[in-house]
Nanobody
Framework: QVQLVESGGGLVQVGGSLRLSCAASGRTYSLYGTGWFRQVPGKERELVAAVTWRWGRTSYADSVNGRFTISRDKAKNTVYLQMNSLKFEDTAVYYC???????????WGQGTQVTVSS
């Protein structure tokens, strides 16, 4: 029902910043919210941040709270993840996901690699 395309991943140094974008298309009028997940090989997928589509209410994982900011631009059908003060442990494939109900994610992007090094 919703197609998602991530962009903005790449290589960044410890302490640096990166901004991820997720372009949504399709039945965006049905969206409740969008979330950013990340996954490392051998580790469970983790919800990093989420934002409700209508009101822009946000929530964050403790590991990124204060460093990452999620936002959405309804006019552009795009959600962003601004990542600051990046750490080694932030290295992962980041996925954008969307759902029509709270805490449910039905549609997923292809993922974008974020690598933090020094």
């Amino acid at each position: 029902q919703v197609q998602l395309v991530e962009s903005g991943g790449g290589l960044v140094q410890v302490g640096g910043s990166l901004r991820l974008s997720c372009a949504a298309s399709g039945r965006t009028y049905s969206l409740y919210g969008t979330g950013w997940f990340r996954q490392v090989p051998g580790k469970e997928r983790e919800l990093v941040a989420a934002v409700t589509w209508r009101w822009g209410r946000t929530s964050y994982a403790d590991s990124v709270n204060g460093r990452f900011t999620i936002s959405r631009d309804k006019a552009k059908n795009t959600v962003y993840l601004q990542m600051n003060s990046l750490k080694f442990e932030d290295t992962a494939v980041y996925y954008c996901a969307a759902g029509t109900r709270a805490n449910e994610y039905d549609d997923w992007g292809q993922g974008t690699q974020v690598t933090v090094s020094s």
